[in-house]
């Protein structure tokens, strides 16, 4: 007879920590998908109000061809977006319409280079 209530309260404690476990992993499931869906509503509302606040500025498509300029010493990228970059683009959006435009891997400029740089 102890034999037997020993036997069934152990099955019990089993089904016990089964029921627990499997119910952590649903928790920790649905957790998880709570916070992936949180995360892709935070995204797409930050680039909603990112679009609203400045619409189309980095993927503007310029209108105009752009204009050369001639790197003299002392030149650095930051310094010509100071000075050609429109006011609607801020210095690091042009800076990279000119990496791009000119096929630059890196912001080295070297004396008498010739850049494309864009103007609108």
């Known amino acids: ?5 020993m036997h069934y309260s152990s099955v019990s404690a089993k089904s016990t920590t089964h029921r627990r476990i ?7 499931a649905r957790l998880g998908l709570l916070i992936v ?7 797409f509302t930050y680039n909603a109000i ?4 400045n619409p189309g500025s980095a993927n503007e498509v310029m209108t105009q061809e752009p204009k050369q300029v001639v ?3 002392g ?6 977006a100071a000075e050609h970059a429109p006011e609607h683009m ?8 000119v ?6 891997d890196n912001s080295l400029l070297m004396v008498g280079q010739i850049l494309l740089v864009p103007i609108s």
Do not use: C
């Open 99 to 104: 990496r791009k435009l000119n096929d630059l």
């Open 50 to 53: 990112a679009y609203a606040v």
């Open 22 to 28: 499997v119910s952590y992993k649903r928790f920790a």
């Open 1 to 5: 007879m102890y034999y037997q209530s």
């Open 75 to 80: 030149d650095t990228l930051w310094g010509i």
């Open 71 to 73: 790197v003299q010493p």
């Open 90 to 97: 801020s210095h690091d959006e042009f800076i990279y319409e």
């Open 37 to 43: 869906l949180a995360v892709i509503l935070v995204s």
